[in-house]
């Protein structure tokens, strides 16, 4: 399983959904990725294959950073692995 996690501005909490497989991951978080470079308030709108009834809207704008985890069983107590951040291009 494979989560996909976004930081949003100003929100302490990243938001989280799941994928089955690695391609699937890579899609999302390719498409985050494009919706962040492309600097419309556009709305990405997710949902999640761990919890099927799990959805999420966000505006693209709003988004800080995007990470992919694979879930192994080797995270922290939190369930979050350590040193999540944001890079840029400018």
């Known amino acids: 399983m494979f989560t996909i996690d ?3 501005r ?3 909490f990243p ?3 799941q994928r089955k ?4 991951a890579e899609a999302v978080y390719q498409l985050i990725l494009a919706a962040m470079r492309s600097g419309n308030p556009d709305l ?9 009834e799990k959805k999420i809207a966000v505006r ?17 107590s939190s369930g979050r692995p350590p040193g999540f951040f944001a890079v840029t291009a400018e």
Do not use: P, Y
């Open 6 to 8: 976004l930081s949003l």
């Open 10 to 12: 100003n929100t302490a």
């Open 15 to 17: 938001i989280s959904v």
């Open 21 to 24: 497989s690695a391609e699937d």
């Open 44 to 52: 990405v709108e997710l949902k999640c294959e761990g919890k099927t």
């Open 60 to 76: 693209a704008s709003e988004i800080s950073g995007v990470q992919i985890v694979q879930k192994d069983g080797t995270s922290t």
